[in-house]
């Protein structure tokens, strides 16, 4: 059927659909916020609504061009906001469950071990990283997106992967074994029995907590099994906690779980694995930052 008996929002509603989960996944990768990649794929899709499609060949690598333009204007402007950002900056929690409304291209694609250590590089270096390494877009490509010349896109890749591989954890997706662990960590976090919390933490443990100072949370990351198991079961114990319904979900591929009161998400957590305890616990409390956790 040609352009000129289908409507125009349909004619170009189609393609941009099948190509959606990859550039809301794209937008969030490179900005480490849900809520703006949603308004950078809205921005997207006016933009592809309004152009002129007729001697576009490939969808799909014009629309990943268009989202990373966008995508990286917002990280420019989002790099400024974080640094009078107040405590610990985390990315927004998304849940990565079969029936969440949020869906990505794959859970290890946004793990928040990646997207922290995404954090450390710069807005080029990200966008170049995230186009080549995760998605493995052909270097040209990338250097048309950009408007970098293909030997640079190279060399920019090549110091973004090694940033990366030097701090980048091991993603492992949950299996029974982590499942199980984590499941134990949990039940001594909310019965209080610090001694059992212990040995479910690895020596050097962290709890990151990130209440961009509009919820009571931790400034500084708290290190060492013995500081963290008195903080989660202070935490656990305290009345709002208590008052608190709590579900176990997978927060960015991690197991972890949502809190809720009255239905309303107000606490969330990823919890890392090694391969042997728990390695990281990362809380997120802001409830600006719950927004997406809200909407799925």
Not at 40 to 64: H, I, K, N, T
Not at 126 to 137: H, I, K, S
Not at 171 to 176: I, K, S, W
Not at 197 to 219: C, H, I, Q
Request: aromatic content about 6%.
């Amino acid at each position: 059927m040609s352009d000129d008996a289908t409507p125009p929002v349909e004619a170009a509603l189609e393609p941009f659909a099948a190509h959606r989960r990859l550039l809301f996944t794209v937008a969030y990768e490179m900005t480490g916020s849900a809520a703006d990649a949603e308004d950078v794929v809205q921005e997207a899709w006016l933009r592809w609504s309004a152009a002129d499609r007729s001697d576009v060949l490939d969808p799909r690598a014009y629309l990943v061009r268009v989202t990373t333009r966008l995508a990286l204007d917002r990280l420019r402007t989002l790099r400024a906001r974080r640094e009078t950002y107040v405590g610990s900056w985390l990315p927004d929690p998304l849940l990565t469950t079969p029936d969440a409304a949020l869906q990505v291209e794959r859970a290890e694609d946004v793990s928040m071990a990646l997207l922290v250590v995404l954090e450390t590089l710069s807005p080029l270096e990200r966008a170049v990283f995230v186009l080549r390494e995760v998605f493995d877009l052909p270097y040209d490509e990338i250097a048309a997106g950009l408007d970098r010349a293909p030997e640079a896109v190279r060399q920019t890749a090549h110091r973004a992967r090694e940033h990366v591989r030097a701090r980048r954890p091991r993603f492992t997706p949950p299996d029974d074994a982590q499942r199980a662990a984590v499941e134990r960590f949990m039940v001594a976090c909310a019965t209080g029995d610090t001694a059992a919390l212990v040995e479910t933490l690895a020596p050097d443990v962290v709890v990151v907590s990130d209440g961009g100072g509009k919820a009571r949370s931790a400034l500084r990351p708290v290190a060492g099994a013995d500081k963290v198991a008195r903080m989660l079961v202070g935490l656990a114990a305290k009345p709002e906690t208590i008052a608190m319904a709590y579900e176990p979900a997978l927060v960015n591929g991690a197991l972890g779980g949502v809190w809720t009161v009255d239905g309303e998400t107000v606490m969330a957590a990823a919890v890392e694995y090694d391969g042997e305890r728990v390695a990281r616990v990362l809380l997120f409390r802001n409830p600006e930052r719950l927004a997406g956790l809200r909407r799925a």
